[in-house]
């Protein structure tokens, strides 16, 4: 290690023009690709994300029967979750 | 202000550490430094958690493919040092951040594997210069050496040597201090003592020095 502290002299460093086109990052991708640098970036999962309030799935439903189960439960001003349980329920009596 | 990224398709080459190393030993040195954990693992991000950010230092974690060059971009100013630090995967993040860089450093350790490995990185710096048509400096930096250097360690410098490859001296060695840093955080000044903290504060001063008369003898050229 030098005796003199060690310091950095800001002006001596500057900023320099790089090619951020898209096109440049397309050559350097397939530069890249060439030798395996790959894309490896994890897939975005499909479907619907968890619910922010219960973490559950939400059931995948057919859009217009979810706007009817959304609006019965606002009329009845209940959770949908009350709605999906009472077609559950009237579910299994019918197959018992 | 220059873009470092330190590179290696090569897991456990001491990448995060020579980034952290390097990133507080820079802001120490009185630049602002801008870090970007682009690695999967966090390790820069944990690092940051562990204790309150040295002056002058920034982190930003998880940029991913698709905001890396913007992110670059946004703070490649002067007055402003951005170290990238990448994990140690063979990915199109590696190849898009060399494209932005003005330095790139591949930490490798002095065994056979890294060395194999590693060098694809010094691959892929070729021919992206080809590709982009500028030059790219790079530069290896041993990691996780020892006092007395091994006959496999010498073999393969000479071999990088007589391929033109820089080697930035002095090399990383193996100490307490350098991975304690995961482990409390800050710099190697803030933490308390871990083993020789002289010798590991000049260590990681040299590197530091090192990289900067690199960079600031690009910025002259």
């Not at chain 1, 500057?14 to 897939?43: C, H, Q």
């Not at chain 1, 219960?54 to 995948?60: I, S, Y």
């Not at chain 1, 439960?73 to 709605?83: C, D, T, Y």
Request: glycine share 8%; charged share 30%.
């Amino acid at each position: 290690m030098s005796d003199k502290p060690f310091s950095i002299d800001l002006g001596r460093l500057r900023s320099r023009e790089k090619d951020r086109s898209s096109a440049a990052v397309e050559r350097a991708d397939r530069v890249g690709e060439e030798l395996g640098f790959i894309d490896r970036e994890p897939a975005k999962k499909r479907g619907r994300k968890p619910s922010p309030r219960t973490g559950q799935v939400h059931a995948k439903v057919l859009p217009p029967v979810a706007d009817e189960i959304a609006n019965e439960a606002r009329r009845r001003g209940v959770q949908q979750g009350v709605i999906i349980e009472e077609a559950w329920d009237l579910y299994k009596n019918q197959i018992k | 202000m220059p873009t470092i990224v330190v590179a290696s398709p090569k897991g456990g080459a001491g990448k995060s550490t020579a980034a952290t190393i390097l990133g507080t030993e820079l802001a120490h040195a009185g630049a602002a430094v801008t870090m970007l954990d682009c690695d999967p693992n966090k390790s820069l991000s944990l690092w940051a958690e562990r204790a309150p950010l040295p002056p002058r230092i920034r982190v930003l974690s998880d940029v991913g493919e698709g905001e890396l060059v913007r992110t670059i971009k946004r703070h490649d100013l002067d007055g402003e040092i951005v170290i990238v630090d990448l994990e140690g995967i063979a990915s199109r993040l590696v190849s898009r951040a060399i494209s932005q860089a003005d330095l790139v450093i591949t930490p490798m350790r002095a065994t056979t594997l890294d060395a194999t490995v590693g060098v694809r990185a010094l691959q892929l710096i070729q021919e992206e210069e080809e590709a982009l048509d500028r030059r790219i400096p790079h530069a290896v930096v041993f990691t996780m050496t020892r006092a007395i250097r091994s006959r496999q360690h010498s073999g393969i410098e000479t071999s990088l040597r007589d391929q033109g490859v820089d080697l930035i001296e002095p090399s990383l060695m193996e100490r307490t201090a350098f991975s304690a840093l995961f482990e409390f955080g800050g710099n190697l000044r803030s933490m308390s003592a871990q083993g020789n903290m002289d010798a590991a504060i000049a260590n990681a001063e040299g590197f530091a020095r090192a990289v900067y008369a690199r960079l600031a003898t690009e910025d002259a050229s």
